[in-house]
């Protein structure tokens, strides 16, 4: 069910809820159109960032269940909620409920909402909506059944494996560009996206997203020939920019800054007019793709302390490009 979700770009959960988010609830298959349910699932809660603890088994007794069947799913923001949820006794839904956001609805996500103590959402067929479901959430004391005793570890592993990668997906809500500059040690700037892959190995900036692992912090990087070469997944989130890895990283490789790389010792000191071809293309389809407002489309000094993508990069003239599209031109496959 998870994996389902994740594959879906529209409807997503925010990637500032999925970052807020301490536990989460998961109960698949929930019988509708009776007025009260009851159906059993899982709980597990972050140890850290890329951590979750064991399983925990869980019964949902409640109400506002309308459709034939939906999976419920409810992330635990506050510590107040996740003492609830140890304790056995975690409630939903009532008169201080908080619409779950969703990235088609809400691209902004507000402090309301992360601040809420939990936020309940349903899938029916991989979808998302806010749920307007209302109950309790208490540990499953019924240990009769046999899954409850005997779990297989690569089941358990599986599942963890599948939380891991759902909190790691996002729905880009923007663009940053940046230049790759010079490689530490190496006073050069990367040769190819393995030299990006290696370095940033080094760095500890893997991710688990769709059942494998990825080292590249960017989304894409951009040769000095134009070509485009793909880092990680567009739905998987990025470790470009500190607080914007909801948002698509664009290397341009290079060191475009007068103060560091002055004479191009350093490699290209201003991008190639294929590489900004290539840029304009790529940007133009992933604005397509997921309704990019312009305004999203930032360098990394932006939107940081940094020089990055350096002062030689022509960020306006960039913009203009982007903004001149002819009507009915359709961007290229980057």
Not at 19 to 26: A, D, E, M, P, R
Not at 189 to 196: A, F, K, L, Y
């Amino acid at each position: 069910m998870l994996d389902e979700i994740s594959k879906k770009s529209q409807n997503a959960v925010p990637d500032a809820v999925l970052n807020s988010t301490k536990c989460i609830v998961v109960i698949p298959s929930i019988r509708g159109g009776a007025l009260n349910v009851s159906a059993g699932g899982m709980a597990t809660c972050r140890e850290s960032a890329d951590r979750w603890g064991p399983l925990a088994f869980v019964r949902f007794n409640g109400r506002g269940i309308r459709a034939p069947r939906i999976d419920l799913l409810v992330f635990v923001l506050s510590d107040t909620g996740v003492r609830a949820l140890r304790s056995g006794e975690l409630q939903i839904g009532g008169q201080k409920r908080t619409a779950a956001p969703l990235v088609s609805t809400s691209p902004v996500t507000t402090q309301v909402e992360l601040t809420a103590e939990l936020l309940t959402y349903e899938g029916t067929a991989g979808v998302l909506s806010s749920s307007e479901a209302s109950g309790v959430i208490r540990g499953d004391a019924d240990t009769s059944q046999p899954i409850h005793n005997v779990v297989p570890r690569k089941t358990t592993e599986k599942y963890l494996s599948s939380v891991v990668s759902f909190f790691n997906m996002i729905t880009p809500t923007g663009i940053v560009i940046h230049h790759t500059a010079v490689i530490p040690g190496e006073n050069t700037v990367p040769r190819s996206e393995r030299d990006i892959d290696k370095y940033h190995r080094t760095r500890g900036f893997e991710i688990l997203c769709f059942g494998r692992v990825y080292h590249v912090a960017y989304h894409y990087l951009i040769m000095p020939n134009g070509a485009v070469k793909m880092g990680r997944p567009e739905r998987c989130e990025g470790a470009h920019a500190a607080g914007y890895n909801s948002y698509l990283g664009i290397s341009i490789v290079g060191d475009f800054s007068s103060e560091d790389n002055p004479t191009g010792k350093k490699g290209p000191t201003r991008p190639s007019a294929k590489q900004i071809a290539s840029l304009i293309q790529l940007c133009w389809r992933l604005k397509d793709r997921y309704n990019i407002p312009l305004q999203h489309i930032v360098r990394h000094s932006d939107i940081s302390s940094t020089k990055c993508p350096g002062d030689r990069f022509p960020y306006r003239s960039t913009l203009d490009q982007l903004q001149r599209r002819p009507a009915g031109v359709k961007p290229g496959r980057g």
